[in-house]
């Protein structure tokens, strides 16, 4: 038996002609097509145009990565619980965007997470030589130092020959200890 089927937008309420692509609402309750929400061109078109992102801004507390984003028409969404995808660079949020607004959302992202890890210690080697220990190391955000020599006080404070930056001692210092705790068990295992 051949059927119809009237298509008509669950946005707008008006009927419509598909064009080159249909476009529908995921409906996991859905039995039959009859259920499936369609929506129309030019719903599409005003979803399409509202966001446009003008800035957002990420946070991250507990492991937890949140962004507020504003919009070009002034609307705010705040709070929303968001997951970058490095594979397709786009973030998703937990409301139906675009796939545009979710890249121009990464290249956001993506800004905010170099800069947040700029000091972040991306690699350090210690070297054990007689009479002196060094670490050679580098941050995501291009700081390099090659052969520091180093010493660690009475107090458990870093001590370098050249002057670095207190954020980078603090990361050495616990790179340092694992370093030592590790170095600790291989002698006990020998």
Request: negative net charge; proline residues 3%.
């Amino acid at each position: 038996m051949i059927r119809t089927l009237d298509i008509v937008c669950s946005e707008c309420g008006e009927a419509f002609v598909p064009g080159e692509k249909l476009y529908y609402r995921d409906n996991y309750m859905a039995t039959s097509i009859r259920d499936t929400k369609f929506i129309c061109p030019a719903c599409i078109a005003k979803w399409e145009a509202k966001w446009q992102i003008k800035d957002a801004s990420f946070n991250e507390k507990d492991y937890v990565l949140t962004v507020d984003i504003e919009l070009e028409d002034g609307s705010f969404y705040e709070h929303m619980d968001c997951t970058p995808l490095d594979e397709t660079e786009t973030v998703v949020v937990g409301e139906d965007i675009p796939v545009a607004a979710q890249r121009r959302l990464y290249e956001i992202y993506a800004a905010w997470d170099r800069e947040r890890k700029a000091h972040y210690l991306k690699d350090c080697i210690f070297t054990d030589e007689f009479m002196r220990t060094s670490f050679t190391c580098e941050t995501y955000g291009g700081e390099k130092f090659d052969n520091v020599a180093f010493r660690v006080t009475m107090r458990g404070e870093l001590q370098t020959e050249i002057p670095v930056p207190d954020y980078i001692k603090k990361q050495i210092l616990e790179a340092y200890k694992l370093y030592e705790a590790q170095n600790m068990d291989e002698t006990i295992e020998d």
